[in-house]
C-alpha cells in the first residue's frame, strides 16, 4: 500500500492502475517459481484481454515520472507476493482461520505504522488543519472533516481485506488476482460514474474487453475444473 500512495503522489492514478494491470501476468510467473504450477494455455491467453481491457480502460493521459511507475509496478509485484505467500500460509495444516490469520497479520502493520503515524501527522489530522485542496471538478462532501474520513476509509479497507483473504482461502492465487483485476475496472467505471471524469472510445473499448476477458477466464476456468 505505501507503494501505491507513493506512486499516486508521482503520476496519475491512471498510470498507476495501469501498471498494477499486470498483476494476473506477474502472478503465472510467481505461481510457476514458487509452487512449479503453470495455468493452462487457454487460461493464460485470457488475461491477455483482461490485463490490455484494464490497461485501456485506466489509460486517459501521460504524465510519466520513472519513480512513480517504477512504485507502481514494484506494488504490483509485492501485492501477488503477499497473495502467494498469503495462499501458502494458508495451505498448512496448522494454518489458523484466514479470520485469525488476518488478525495477526493486520496487528503487525499497527505495530509497525501506528508510531510513524503519530510522530508525523496525527496532531495535523486531528487539529483539522491537515485538508489537502481538491480538484475543483471532484464533488466533495465538505461537511466530513479528515478524521472522519479517515475512519471511512478503514471501515472500507478493512471490509475489503477481509472478503480478499476468505476469497484468497477459496480459490488460486491466479483467480484472485483476476478478481483484483474485475475490482480494478470496477473502481475506474465507479470514479468516472462519481467524478464525471472525460472517458474516451479508447477507455470504452478496453471496459468492454476487459470484461470479455473475465468471462473468457472464467470459462476457461470452469473447463479446467471439469477436466
Known amino acids: 500500500k505505501i507503494l501505491t500512495y507513493v506512486s499516486y503522489g508521482l503520476v496519475p492514478a ?8 499486470s498483476s494476473p501476468l ?13 495455468p493452462r494455455r487457454s487460461t493464460c491467453l485470457a488475461l491477455v484481454p483482461l490485463t490490455l481491457g484494464v490497461v485501456m480502460s485506466a489509460f486517459t493521459e501521460i504524465d510519466f515520472a520513472p ?6 509496478v514494484a506494488a504490483a509485484l509485492s501485492n501477488v507476493a503477499n497473495s502467494v ?18 488478525m495477526y497479520t493486520a496487528s503487525t502493520g499497527v ?12 496532531s495535523q489530522i486531528f487539529h483539522g488543519d ?28 478493512y471490509a475489503q481485506n477481509i472478503s ?7 480459490v488460486s492465487v491466479l483467480t484472485h488476482q483476476v478478481g483484483q483485476s474485475l475490482k480494478r475496472l470496477l473502481i475506474i467505471v465507479c470514479s468516472v460514474l462519481w467524478f464525471h471524469n472525460p472517458v474516451t472510445a479508447l477507455n470504452v473499448i478496453g471496459m468492454f474487453m476487459a470484461i470479455g476477458g473475465f468471462f473468457a477466464y472464467s470459462i476457461s476456468k470452469s473447463h479446467g475444473d471439469r477436466s
Not at 14 to 21: D, G, Q, R, V
Not at 26 to 38: A, E, G
Open 14 to 21: 491512471s498510470l498507476t492502475h495501469t501498471a498494477k494491470a
Open 26 to 38: 506477474f502472478s503465472v510467473m510467481l505461481t510457476k517459481l514458487i509452487f512449479n504450477q503453470v
Open 67 to 72: 519513480l512513480g511507475f517504477i512504485a507502481a
Open 85 to 102: 505467500f498469503t495462499k501458502k500460509a494458508l495451505q498448512d495444516p496448522i494454518a489458523p482461520d484466514p479470520l485469525l490469520f488476518h
Open 111 to 122: 505495530i509497525l505504522l501506528v508510531p510513524w503515524a503519530l510522530l508525523t501527522e496525527a
Open 130 to 157: 491537515y485538508m489537502i485542496p481538491p480538484p475543483s471538478s471532484h464533488p466533495v462532501d465538505s461537511s466530513l472533516s479528515p478524521s472522519q474520513l479517515i475512519i471511512l476509509s478503514l471501515i472500507f479497507h
Open 164 to 170: 480478499s483473504i476468505y476469497f484468497l482461502s477459496g
